[in-house]
């Protein structure tokens, strides 16, 4: 009947950690490899308020990060399908590390071609904090973000 969609996590003898992407058959619990981009898990979400639709920003780094976003009232919302930069530099501050290592620990940033991919929305306390995060680095300001 109703199919539901998985992430597990794998260690692979030759590269290390790895993710596998599977769905599972409700009535039959048959298990079925995906590829994640045909189907659709690793797609950038759609904002679905058809009313209003906010600005998507954006913001890339040399380090890797390619990430888009939005500003939802004070916070900033960093889209689906967003790409960390792998590490955080030296000077990076303590609080984005942190950050950024929580959201590792709860599965929504995955090590994936040597980036982080983010699977869900995920709301920051502003744009600056998600700048810094997303880019592993230290964010003077928001402009970042355009």
Known sequence: MTKTQF???ITHPDYGE????YEVDGTTREETLLDPFDAGILLMSEVEEAEELPEILKISSRRGA?????????RF???????????ATAKCPKNYV?????????GLLIPLHNQLFLLEDHEFESA?????????????????WK
């Open 18 to 21: 790895l993710y596998q992407f």
């Open 7 to 9: 992430v597990k996590r």
């Open 128 to 144: 600056r904090t998600a700048m810094g995060t997303v880019i592993g680095g230290w964010a003077k300001g928001p402009h970042g």
């Open 77 to 87: 919302v960093v889209r689906k399908g967003s790409k960390f930069a792998v590490s």
């Open 98 to 106: 942190k950050l950024r290592e929580k959201l590792i620990l709860e």
């Open 66 to 74: 390619d990430a888009s976003g939005y500003y939802a009232g004070e």
